[in-house]
């Protein structure tokens, strides 16, 4: 069984996902966002071994923390990362272009791809390749927790920016409609900003996206 852990951390309010499958406690990081020891100390006090950090794209805002809970760990956890997103990641996620510094961890050693399946445990962790935000961007979907981490493709309500370098509005609308509209609609959406949400909730209400059918 997934269990989840929710932090929002960090200058921008990023929402961090610790993630373990509760019989193995077998753990990883979706998007290790900020405030690195915060996130080690809770797997810490509930025994988790964290091996993974997953990113759903390399801004700063989402790997901030990464470095800190690297320095934490032996062996140090495998990092995973769409290849589009290289990039990005090797500068900083933009975090000097924001006037932040950061320390980003160990190099993405896993390239994510769409119908990627990751293990967890004994959970299945299903990649979907999502470009619009950045070119590199991916969302992870627990179909038996129905669970989908959106990182900055959807928010409740809202969707994610693309006016940054590499992003691209009818891309962003494409990935949601083919990617996200395609799940069930009781789907969890945990993004990367702000409260959750539902799949069947956005495709009613989402003021960007809202109405568009699934295909
Ligand atoms: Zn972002
Ligand atoms: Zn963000």
């Not at 996620?93 to 050693?109: C, D, H, Q, Y």
Request: charged share 20%; aromatic share 8%; net charge negative.
């Amino acid at each position: 069984m997934l269990e989840i852990v929710t932090f929002t951390l960090g200058p921008v309010q990023t929402n961090a996902y610790l993630i373990a499958d509760a019989e193995t406690r077998e753990s990883a990081v979706i998007d290790p966002a900020w405030d690195g020891d915060i996130i080690l100390a809770e797997a810490r006090k509930r025994d988790w071994r964290i091996a993974h950090l997953w990113y759903t794209h390399a801004h700063f805002d989402h790997i901030g923390g990464a470095g800190a809970i690297a320095d934490g760990l032996n062996p140090l956890p495998i990092v995973a990362l769409h290849a589009d997103d290289h990039a990005l990641w090797r500068l900083d996620g933009g975090a000097p272009m924001f006037g932040f510094k950061i320390e980003s961890g160990p190099e993405p050693a896993v390239d994510l791809y769409q119908g990627q399946m990751l293990r967890l445990g004994h959970v299945d962790i299903e990649v979907r390749y999502t470009p619009g935000h950045t070119p590199g961007h991916c969302i992870f979907y627990a179909a038996a927790a129905a669970a989908c981490f959106c990182g900055d493709l959807i928010f409740q309500n809202g969707v994610g920016r693309t006016d940054l370098p590499g992003g691209d509005w009818d891309t962003l609308v494409n990935s949601i409609r083919t990617q996200v509209f395609t799940l069930p609609d009781r789907t969890r959406l945990l993004s990367g900003h702000g409260p959750e949400t539902t799949v069947g909730d956005e495709k009613r209400s989402n003021p960007f996206v809202g109405g568009l059918q699934a295909s």
